[in-house]
T-cell receptor
Framework: DTGVSQDPRHKITKRGQNVTFRCDPISEHNRLYWYRQTLGQGPEFLTYFQNEAQLEKSRLLSDRFSAERPKGSFSTLEIQRTEQGDSAMYLC??????????FGSGTRLTVV | DQQVKQNSPSLSVQEGRISILNCDYTNSMFDYFLWYKKYPAEGPTFLISISSIKDKNEDGRFTVFLNKSAKHLSLHIVPSQPGDSAVYFCAATGNTGGFKTIFGAGTRLFVKA
């Protein structure tokens, strides 16, 4: 297991379409996080799972966003009715316990 | 409400000299601080961290200093190398629920050969 894997790396979609991203964390990590990064900003927290339970959601995560982590393994982040403002890099990270994260390479979303 | 602030968007340093990246935080509940490094088209990678019970942590060319009373930390890179050119994110966390980490906006470091 070499790290956190995210798929796809890039996604271009038309406004109004739904998109889904996948994250495969490091297998022994029970915590999984989703972040969003826009140009010139640091990663912004979106949501967090401990095993399969979604324990925290940011106010940034509108009703159009939903995340799941079935069986406490991989996670998906879905954005419904995409808007141009959703264009960003979506980063997934995992950790076993404590503080340090391992990030994936991210999914770059462009909404046209 | 920016809880972690990196006020310098960019920094340019000559190869071999010291790079000093600064970071300020506002939330006194933070008890662990981290620096991440990010290259284009990659996710951030962990660089070095420091617990609030310490004021210095060193790892090779990288040293992080923490001043709790001033709510300030800094990353020193000595000597700087061209391969250090990247965006550096300061981050802070604590047992405030899920060990959610709050990131600063980043400082882009240019190391000139």
């Amino acid at each position: 297991d070499t790290g956190v894997s995210q798929d796809p790396r890039h996604k271009i979609t038309k406004r109004g379409q739904n998109v889904t991203f996948r994250c495969d964390p490091i297998s022994e990590h029970n915590r999984l996080y989703w972040y969003r990064q826009t140009l010139g900003q640091g990663p912004e927290f979106l949501t967090y799972f401990q095993n399969e339970a979604q324990l925290e959601k940011s106010r940034l995560l509108s009703d159009r966003f939903s995340a799941e982590r079935p069986k406490g393994s991989f996670s998906t982040l879905e954005i419904q009715r995409t808007e141009q403002g959703d264009s960003a890099m979506y980063l997934c990270a995992s950790s076993r316990e404590g503080y340090g994260y391992t990030f994936g390479s991210g999914t770059r979303l462009t909404v046209v | 409400d920016q809880q972690v602030k990196q006020n310098s968007p960019s920094l340019s340093v000559q190869e071999g000299r010291i790079s000093i990246l600064n970071c300020d935080y506002t939330n006194s509940m933070f008890d662990y601080f981290l620096w991440y490094k990010k290259y284009p088209a990659e996710g951030p990678t962990f660089l070095i961290s420091i617990s609030s019970i310490k004021d210095k942590n060193e790892d090779g060319r990288f040293t992080v200093f923490l001043n709790k009373s001033a709510k300030h930390l800094s990353l020193h890179i000595v000597p700087s190398q061209p391969g250090d050119s990247a965006v550096y994110f300061c981050a802070a966390t604590g047992n405030t629920g899920g060990f959610k980490t709050i990131f600063g906006a980043g400082t882009r470091l240019f190391v000139k050969a």
